[in-house]
Structures are given as structure tokens and as C-alpha cells.
Antibody, heavy 123, light 108 residues
Framework: EVQLVESGGGLVQPGRSLRLSCAAS????????MHWVRQAPGKGPEWVAG???????????GYADSVKGRFTVSRDNAQNSLYLQMDSLRPDDTALYYC?????????????WGQGALVTVSS | EIVLTQSPATLSLSPGERATLSCRAS??????LAWYQQKPGQAPRLLIF???IRATGIPARFSGSGSGTDFTLTISSLESEDFAVYYC??????????FGGGTEVEIK
């Protein structure tokens, strides 16, 4: 059974940093792309960042324009873990952050989602 | 960036009725479109990918069609558990991967 468990969310002041972690199990982690998708209260999902699987032609990392230069996605295939380092946080980064498994090794669709980590940016 | 526009924003229907949801892309995405269902307090669930392929465990009453810029999700006969918000998502041109704004299917 695929499981994705996020941790590291919380309340943080604007301009500060937070690091989210995602522990994955139930599938061969390094064979799949992984993503972070967020959802602000009452809004639709927004893709934040993605990291291709290890056998992709070359490691592909990408970010939404709204977080580029502030957020960094990384993965530790030995630990079956995905991370999101979030710096210079802003109030509009407030959202539920989901760790999401891709259907494939590259970037495609999201077939398994965690339960989310709530990040609140407020003074 | 490819923008996905979903219509209508809200669909008010009764159980047993047919639901037809639309997703229009700002440029062609070929057949690279998915549909998700989200219920309150839950993460989205993949229903359809590559425009018309049902994901594992998805009932046959859900079907997808379309290509290029115009796509449709059809629920042939609404069950009580189908009242939810539905999102489309494209994987044709990334980054970014983008979602539509959603259609809420509510009980009439």
C-alpha cells in the first residue's frame, strides 16, 4: 500500500523558513517522480515543485513561478524521502502542502497524495 | 503557461442525473489531461488520465473525452458519493503542471 506522510508544517512569521518532509513507502521510490502540490483555504490545487525519478534521462527539477528562487525541492532515494525547503515565506504561501507521487518517472499525473502538512505564514 | 478553464463553476443536479463537466485549455494539450475528484477534508483523487483512461478502481460511470483544447468529464448517473469538486490538470507543457479552477457538483 502506497503511503505518503508529510511532516514539518506549522505557524511561521513572514520572511522566515520552514522545511517540509515526506516519508514514502509501498512503492519503489526512486522510480517515480515526486511533487509538492499546495492548496490554499477554499482554493484549488496548485503545483509547487517536482523532481523526476532517478532513471529519467537527466534529473529534472522544476518550480512554479510563485516559489522560484525561494523554495528548494530535494529527495533522498536511500531514505525514501522528499523534502521542500521554504525560505522567505510570505502570507500567500499559507496552504495545505501535499506530498504527491507521480504516475510515472517523468512528470505526468498525480496518483497518490498524502494527507498534507498545514503551513500558516502570519505575524 | 497553459491555463485551464473549467465550466460551469457549480452544477446542481439530483442523484441519478447525468453530469457533464467541461475543461478548456488555452492551447492544445493533445490528450494529456487528467480529472480529479476532491471531497471536503480529503486530498484529490485521480479519476481519469490521458483524457479517457480510468484510474485503478474508478467506477465505469465516470468517463472522459476530448483532445486538443476541449475536454469533458461525464458522470453517467450520479450517486450520492459523487457530489464533490472536480479538477482537470494538464501534463502537456511543463513546468508548470497546471490545474483548472474546479467545478463543484452539488445536490439540487
Amino acid at each position: 500500500e502506497v503511503q505518503l506522510v508529510e511532516s514539518g508544517g506549522g505557524l511561521v512569521q513572514p520572511g522566515r523558513s520552514l522545511r517540509l518532509s515526506c516519508a514514502a513507502s509501498g512503492f519503489i521510490f526512486d522510480e517515480y517522480a515526486m511533487h509538492w502540490v499546495r492548496q490554499a483555504p477554499g482554493k484549488g490545487p496548485e503545483w509547487v515543485a517536482g523532481f523526476s525519478g532517478v532513471s529519467w534521462s537527466s534529473p529534472t527539477i522544476g518550480y512554479a513561478d510563485s516559489v522560484k528562487g525561494r523554495f528548494t525541492v530535494s529527495r533522498d532515494n536511500a531514505q525514501n524521502s522528499l523534502y521542500l525547503q521554504m525560505d522567505s515565506l510570505r502570507p500567500d504561501d499559507t496552504a495545505l502542502y501535499y506530498c504527491v507521487k507521480d504516475k510515472g518517472i517523468g512528470w505526468s499525473y498525480f496518483d497518490f497524495w498524502g494527507q498534507g502538512a498545514l503551513v500558516t505564514v502570519s505575524s | 503557461e497553459i491555463v485551464l478553464t473549467q465550466s460551469p463553476a457549480t452544477l446542481s443536479l439530483s442523484p441519478g442525473e447525468r453530469a457533464t463537466l467541461s475543461c478548456r485549455a488555452s492551447q492544445s494539450v493533445g490528450g494529456f489531461l487528467a480529472w480529479y475528484q476532491q471531497k471536503p477534508g480529503q486530498a484529490p483523487r485521480l479519476l481519469i488520465f490521458d483524457a479517457s483512461i480510468r484510474a485503478t478502481g474508478i467506477p465505469a460511470r465516470f468517463s472522459g473525452s476530448g483532445s486538443g483544447t476541449d475536454f469533458t468529464l461525464t458522470i453517467s448517473s450520479l450517486e450520492s458519493e459523487d457530489f464533490a469538486v472536480y479538477y482537470c490538470q494538464q501534463r502537456s507543457n511543463w513546468p508548470p503542471l497546471t490545474f483548472g479552477g474546479g467545478t463543484e457538483v452539488e445536490i439540487k
